[in-house]
């Protein structure tokens, strides 16, 4: 749980893989003050994207990995941890991870997709919804109703 990752058609066969840790980072961040969860992305919403600690999550190696690839939460607590103790406020953050996760996802699908299924808890994250439209805007990001993305 907690990682974002997508599954597609290529040449016949369907591949599945994960892209990046997602909410696993998300809730880590605002246990720290006592939070289950950034609701809706509101916290993330408050921040600012911060260029510095976005380029040095870019550039885990993680995102080097070519082909189909998975995330655990070892690897997470190893590559990630650094966003923990960087030097800005919560909100800025949030506000930064979830641009980064939406830039990952956009980098691996944009030339293969013209609409997105979001499942799963990133789909009720308004903020992170509203930085993958950012991104990308010609991709139709679809949310379905609740009870088929909590199902997931």
């Known amino acids: 749980g907690g990682i974002a990752n997508v599954s597609y058609r290529h040449e016949g066969k369907r591949l599945a893989l994960d892209v990046s840790p997602f909410n696993l980072v998300i809730n ?3 246990s720290k003050v006592g939070w289950v969860k950034d609701k809706d992305g509101e916290e ?6 911060n260029e510095d600690l976005l380029q040095q999550l870019h550039a885990v190696p993680f995102y080097t990995i070519k082909g ?3 995330l655990g939460k070892e690897y997470v607590d190893e590559h990630f941890s650094f966003i923990h103790s960087f030097p800005i406020s919560l909100a800025d953050k949030l506000c930064t991870f979830n641009h980064h996760i939406a830039y990952q996802i956009n980098q691996l699908i944009a030339p293969k997709a013209q609409k997105v299924l979001i ?9 992170f919804m509203d930085c993958l439209k950012t991104i990308n805007s010609n991709i139709d990001w679809f949310v379905p109703y609740n009870e088929f993305v909590d199902f997931k």
């Open 68 to 70: 189909v690839k998975s």
């Open 44 to 49: 993330a919403s408050k921040g600012k994207v």
């Open 119 to 127: 499942t799963g808890g990133g789909a009720y994250n308004k903020h």
């Open 28 to 30: 880590h961040l605002v």
